[in-house]
């Protein structure tokens, strides 16, 4: 595919961790080939699109509104957009209010329901699915409780993303604030009923942010934001065990490090990670059950969020959140060496998808 068909979400006013200064969510694309970023243009004006979601179809979008109220426990919504896959345009349909921060979307493999992630509150969401895509009154909202040891960090629930088991279909949720992740079944109604016994425990104060899957879906990675390390686990029954604990940054690094996304390249070869802080891409190599870091390689810009491989692995795209710049880099999965390609400005791009 040596043209690759982009949309950008981006933040649009200032939040407590971000100067937000863009106008919603982006469409561009990128010429593999020539190394040439078309243009960018705005789809959509819409409040903090920092997470987006399509339909396997590509005929609706989902967007993440993150922003919360002072009460910390409303403000964030989860917007549904029509799209027309020849064009890109969006069009509005609905949006929801969903729990404050709503930091990720994702849609079911089944395509019934759209579930969302709520940092502020420490809260998951589940929205069913129209016919056209649009999103009705959420079935299920389920508060999380708990806390942990980071004195400012978690002192409370932080629910932070949506997985879900590519074998049981179960939905994973890692949370920052209770260093675990909480496990769920979906029912058919759109219900969640949590299963305790499969809960993940992640080190105390590690901060666990995202998960991705190997694809022999035997392996699963946790990737922790507060410790700058990845929880490799394996398939044992129905639960998860622990097989390693591993940093994203050498040894030697001082500097203050927070880690955002993790992908897993179409071979399972390596893990890629992005760095905020050292402001990098960690490499991993997959050794078994033991992930062991290769190196890190400079993303080109400062506070890097998203890190999205593409479909054929060939491809890293970086958001730059804070220097307002989208990064593409070509992967190599036989050495995992990155190269940089190309850079292309546009104001805090912190999640991309392909079309």
């Known amino acids: 595919m040596p043209v690759l068909a982009l949309v950008v979400g981006t933040y649009t006013t200032a939040l407590g961790h971000v100067d937000g200064h863009n106008e919603g969510i982006l469409g561009t694309s990128l010429d593999t080939t020539t190394g040439v970023f078309g243009p960018v243009t705005l789809l959509a ?3 903090n699109p920092s997470y987006l979601a399509l339909t396997a179809d590509g005929r609706a979008l989902y967007a993440a509104d993150e922003s919360a ?11 549904a957009f029509a799209r027309d896959p020849a064009t890109g345009a969006l069009t509005p349909m609905s949006r ?7 930091c990720h979307v994702v849609v079911d493999p089944g395509g019934r329901f759209v579930l969302a992630a709520n940092y502020h509150s420490g809260s998951v969401s589940v929205f069913p699915l129209g016919p056209d ?9 389920v508060q999380h409780e708990g806390s942990s040891v980071h004195p400012r960090r978690q002192t409370a629930a932080h629910a932070h993303m949506i997985g879900i088991d590519p074998r049981t279909s179960d939905v994973l949720v890692p949370d920052l604030g209770m260093d675990a992740v909480v496990v769920y079944s979906l029912g058919t109604d759109g219900t969640l009923a949590e299963r305790p016994g499969a809960r993940i425990a992640a080190p105390a104060g590690h ?9 022999d879906g035997e392996r699963l990675y946790l990737l922790c934001e507060l410790g700058s390390t990845v929880v490799a686990l394996r398939r044992d029954g ?4 622990r097989t390693a604990v591993v940093s994203t940054i050498p040894a030697d690094v001082t500097e203050l490090n927070q880690t955002a996304a993790i992908r897993v390249s179409p071979s399972g070869r390596h893990l890629l990670v992005s760095n905020r802080g050292h402001d990098s891409i960690a490499v991993l190599r997959v050794d078994d059950d033991v992930p062991v870091l290769v190196h ?5 810009g400062r506070w890097p969020r998203e890190l999205a491989l593409s479909p054929d692995g060939r491809t890293v795209l970086l958001g730059n959140q804070n220097s307002d710049d989208l990064a593409a880099f070509t992967f190599d999965d036989d050495t995992g060496s990155l190269t940089h390609l190309a850079t292309v400005r546009t104001a805090n791009p912190v999640c991309v998808a392909f079309t």
């Open 133 to 141: 895509g649009d999103i009705g009154e959420p079935t299920a909202v």
């Open 45 to 47: 004006r819409t409040r």
């Open 69 to 79: 109220d002072h009460g910390d426990r409303t403000g964030g919504t989860v917007a």
């Open 238 to 241: 129905d639960r998860f065990r």
């Open 296 to 300: 890190t390689e400079p993303g080109r």
């Open 96 to 102: 929801r209010p969903s729990g404050a921060g709503t």
């Open 207 to 215: 901060g666990p942010r995202h998960l991705a899957f190997h694809p």
